[in-house]
């Protein structure tokens, strides 16, 4: 999924783009007329949403908007204003109407979450405004999508509502038609003139997404709110960080409500799909070359929430591999091959050094009983500080009884969200080290969680993997 803020190059899809627009030059003369109504009709709504470079004086980016209040209040995506956001210092957002009119928009209200931003023109505020429908369309049912794509000026683009696209933890409506970059925070209205989404996000080939408009009336609702009758901006930063915690609470309520389904791996089973909003796929080498078999299940949500161009949250994934060699391979080229299949991994999400501390990890030994119960080495936190520390290393516990138990070295790493400090990714790493030509690797990492949510996922993902 592509997100369809534009930035200045636009020529590479250009021409892509004019292809698109000549499919619908050839519409039937009824439909043609009915849509050059809604355009008539609607477009004093509609504006360009820019950011501008300080410095420069030039656009930094486009997106488009629609007003929504007679007090010149004007919706988009979250996405089109981060920046603004994150160094208001450097970015102006400014709006062009599309009869050619300039002002300054303030910035007023966010939800990161859903991608939506409120803004309100300085000045005059613009004669026209759209309603946002009470209800969702019927499923199959056409509507129709307006904004500024590569530029070019004002276009709408008709297609059909498929109601709620599954396989996400957000809302996202499944609209078939061909949104483009540009095309970011515009409205989707009926046949009534009334919005019913706002343009997210397209897959390309007719598949695009868009913002139930529920969300942004929630988000009208809220602002309305906590603006009380200053009626101003907010202090955004609050505002993001209630918006992330009730967001990783959900995810986490959502998966650890689940059933855990197991699959069968090499010698262990393995978590699979917890819930629709991950999806999980594999893969086995076979190169006869190859003297180590590798078995690959990876599973991952299919969304994240975008703070920054730099930053992102609110992923979870976690990915399993089996590694076998033949009984006669030696044990140390089969471990120096193991160690460099772990090198591979990294943290889920985007982030930079602006964003977040560097990671803090915990190495020690831990064992796994044949009931799947874990023992020791869960979550691994310091419980003072909420962080992991420093690299440690234990010696490997010796197995008591008749049925040994299983023996990893696990790494367990956090670092710390600087603009909202509860708030930690973490990054998981298992490896069996009891034989000496066979072993299970288990990662996972979760991003914008708060520790507490963490030890409670890493406690259930240790347990559930179970041993033949």
């Excluded at 956001?85 to 450097?90: G, I, Q, R, Y």
């Excluded at 990783?248 to 197991?262: E, G, K, M, S, T």
């Excluded at 460099?340 to 020690?364: H, I, L, Y």
Aim: a negative charge; hydrophobic letters at 35%.
């Amino acid at each position: 999924m592509t997100r369809i803020f534009s930035r200045q190059n636009y020529r590479a899809i250009f021409h892509a783009f004019v292809a698109v627009t000549a499919l619908h030059l050839y519409a039937s003369v009824a439909k043609a007329q009915s849509y050059e109504q809604l355009y008539s009709d609607y477009r004093g709504s509609l504006y360009q949403i820019r950011l501008i470079e300080h410095s420069s004086n030039s656009k930094a980016g486009l997106g488009s908007g629609f007003q929504i209040s007679q007090d010149g209040l004007i919706a988009t995506n979250y996405h089109v204003v981060s920046e603004a956001v994150h160094d208001a210092d450097k970015y102006v957002l400014k709006y062009l109407s599309v009869d050619g009119k300039e002002g300054e928009l303030e910035l007023l209200d966010v939800d990161v979450v859903n991608d939506l931003a409120i803004l309100r023109q300085k000045g005059t505020p613009g004669p026209d405004f759209l309603q946002l429908a009470s209800q969702a369309p019927s499923k199959g049912e056409t509507i129709v999508s307006m904004g500024n794509p590569l530029d070019l000026g004002m276009t709408i683009v008709p297609g059909t509502y498929n109601g709620i696209a599954g396989g996400s933890f957000y809302d996202r409506i499944h609209f078939s038609g061909s949104i483009n970059p540009g095309m970011s925070g515009g409205p989707v209205i009926n046949r009534n003139g009334q919005v019913v989404g706002i343009n997210v996000a397209t897959a390309g080939n007719q598949i695009s997404f868009l913002v139930p408009v529920d969300k942004l009336v929630a988000l009208l609702q809220d602002y309305k709110k906590d603006a009380g009758e200053g009626n101003g901006a907010l202090e955004l930063q609050p505002v993001i960080n209630r918006q992330l915690h009730k967001n990783q609470q959900r995810i986490i309520d959502q998966i650890l409500d689940a059933n855990w389904q197991l699959r069968p791996l090499g010698d262990a089973m393995v978590v699979g799909e917890i819930v629709p909003s991950i999806q999980c796929w594999g893969n086995t080498s076979d190169d006869e070359d190859e003297m180590i078999k590798q078995v690959a299940k990876g599973c991952t949500g299919q969304d994240v929430v975008f703070l920054s161009e730099t930053f992102d949250t609110g992923r979870v994934e976690y990915e399993f591999f089996w590694l076998e060699s033949e009984d006669d391979f030696l044990s140390s080229r089969f471990y120096a091959a193991y160690e460099e299949n772990m090198s591979g991994f990294f943290p889920g999400n985007s982030a930079g050094e602006d964003d977040v501390t560097d990671f803090n990890c915990k190495q020690q030994f831990t064992t796994h009983p044949r009931n799947g119960k874990t023992h020791s080495g869960d979550g691994a936190k310091n419980k003072e500080n909420g962080e992991a520390s420093g690299d440690e290393a234990q010696t490997p516990p010796k197995a008591n009884g008749s049925s040994e138990p299983v023996i990893a070295r696990t790494s367990y790493c956090v670092r710390r969200y600087k603009d909202y400090p509860e708030l930690f990714d973490v990054f998981y790493v298992s490896l069996t080290v009891d034989h000496d030509n066979r072993a299970l690797v288990s990662h996972f990492t979760l991003s914008g969680f708060t520790q507490e949510s963490a030890t409670a996922f890493t406690q259930k993902f240790a347990s559930e993997v179970q041993w033949h």
